[in-house]
């Protein structure tokens, strides 16, 4: 007999790629059941309905995203260079995404956007807790004599994020990671002006 914690995680972790490369509505339960090996009747054991996976597998990919994005960040020891590996975690995810399908923030954002509100709050809380991330870096870089006093910390972490996502939504469809490299260059460049 299944562990019941190891099927839900079976589930989440086979439901995740298939969420973030068809979106939800392409996704079907049944293509869960033919990942996952097993049965409507245990996923619907595990989960109350659809809603819930696509719940949990979003949680799970933003896990796995803030896992590695922190690694990369903590790796640093002052602000710009914290900057900068966040802008070269985004530049190695262009062409090879964690996740399959690429970012599951944008690509969920995109889609709960008028359609699914148990979701797109999920996304609302993600994508501001990826700003303030941004924006204590400044502020801490600033208090440490790193960044220059006078940055808008706020407005900064908006803008990082906002042109980061923008970048990586561009190479992915475009097919290449040209358009993110001219982004970096240019954020590069904005983190040696503010810079002290």
Do not use: W
Not at 37 to 54: L, P, R, S, W
Request: net charge positive; charged share 25%.
């Amino acid at each position: 007999m299944r562990n019941p914690q190891h099927t839900r995680q079976l589930i989440i972790d086979k439901a995740l790629p298939i969420f973030n490369t068809k979106g939800y509505n392409a996704a079907s339960l049944s293509d869960i059941t033919t990942a996952t090996g097993i049965t409507k009747g245990a996923i619907y054991g595990n989960f109350k309905n659809k809603d819930e996976v696509a719940s949990a597998a979003f949680d799970h990919a933003v896990e796995i995203i803030m896992g590695l994005l922190s690694k990369h960040v903590r790796s640093k020891n002052n602000a710009p260079d914290k900057l900068r590996a966040i802008v070269d975690y985004y530049a190695e995810y262009v062409n090879n995404p964690p996740i399959p399908g690429g970012c599951p923030i944008l690509n969920s954002s995109i889609e709960a956007d008028d359609n699914l509100p148990f979701l797109r709050s999920k996304v609302i809380r993600t994508i501001a807790l990826m700003k303030d991330s941004l924006s204590k870096i400044v502020n801490r870089g600033i208090l440490e004599g790193q960044i220059r006093r006078g940055v808008d910390a706020e407005e900064l972490g908006v803008f990082f994020y906002a042109t980061i996502e923008g970048a990586i939504s561009l190479s992915r469809i475009e097919g290449d990671g040209r358009s993110y490299k001219h982004v970096r260059n240019v954020l590069y460049k904005m983190i040696e002006e503010i810079s002290t």
